[in-house]
């Protein structure tokens, strides 16, 4: 049974950076997609940015530029570099571990809070 945990989550100024990793327990196939998701208060949970097997990263158009998503499979981690945090960047951030048609799992998520 693989297990996602996640962790870097906190409380930053507008403008700051916080960095999220997720360690995945157990036997986790470098072949899934790895994926960070968010969701804010009232909201539905939406997807933030993926990163292939190959390391090719994706994001959704509102984080383009400001977040980074990494890999390494060697360490069963996944990195979430958030830089120049804006105020509706606030939510709860979801680990994902997705191979289509087989296998979905999920984080508990952390809290990141964007406030002055």
């Known amino acids: 049974q693989v297990q996602l945990v996640e962790s870097g989550g906190g409380l930053v100024q507008p403008g700051g950076s916080l960095r999220l990793s997720c360690v995945a327990s157990?036997?986790?196939?470098?072949?899934?997609?790895m994926l960070w998701y968010r969701q804010a208060p009232g909201e539905q949970r939406e997807l933030v940015a993926l990163?292939?097997?190959?390391?090719?990263?994706h994001y959704v158009d509102s984080v383009k530029g400001r977040f980074t998503i990494s890999r390494d499979n060697a360490k069963n981690t996944v990195y979430l570099q958030m830089n120049g945090l804006k105020p509706e960047d606030t939510a709860v951030y979801f680990c994902?571990?997705?191979?289509?048609?087989?296998?979905?799992?999920w984080g508990q998520g952390t809290q990141v809070t964007v406030s002055s």
């Open positions: 157990g036997r986790l196939s470098s072949s899934y997609v």
């Open positions: 994902c571990a997705n191979l289509p048609g087989v296998n979905t799992y």
């Open positions: 990163v292939t097997r190959d390391n090719n990263p």
